[in-house]
């Protein structure tokens, strides 16, 4: 059996925008698939809601609500991974994001805590910029 060169990983991002925290919730539970940049289906705005990001047939994870805090926190689990291209398994990852109040803003803290192939947690570094700063940060910004 190939053994699995995986490290345990927490990448944390943060963004504020000029947004409440209702709204900030609202896009996380109900608006994935306009930020989320793999293909979307299920439900994720309640608790043990169910859903699957998908590229073609490559990769491939269903996920679970674990956590979920109105206006406060959202807590995804992976509970079934596979990218085929190198059968990588994330399977047990947290996708954890902290809505924190500032004034008239509200600063979301989006954490992966999970596991990264050992050679690749810059691209994870990358992908968690891409989907929180850019266009998580660009749908909260510029509306749907």
């Known amino acids: 059996m190939e053994s699995k060169n995986y490290q345990t990983a927490k990448c944390t991002v943060t963004i504020e925008v000029t947004k409440s925290a209702s709204e900030v919730f609202n896009h996380l539970t109900k608006h994935v698939s306009k930020f989320w940049p793999e293909e979307f289906e299920g439900e994720s705005s309640g608790l043990n809601d169910e859903f699957v990001f998908r590229s073609g047939d ?17 807590v995804w689990l992976v509970t079934d991974s596979i990218r085929k291209t190198d059968n990588f398994e994330w399977t047990g990852t947290k996708m954890i994001f902290d809505l924190i109040p500032k004034g008239n803003n509200t600063q979301l803290k ?35």
């Open 58 to 74: 490559s990769h491939y994870s269903k996920n679970k609500v674990i956590g979920l805090v109105p206006d406060k926190k959202v």
């Open 110 to 144: 989006f954490t992966y805590d999970g596991v990264v192939p050992e050679n690749e947690f810059d691209r994870l570094v990358q992908v968690c910029d891409m989907v929180i700063k850019e266009r998580l940060y660009n749908l909260l910004t510029n509306g749907d």
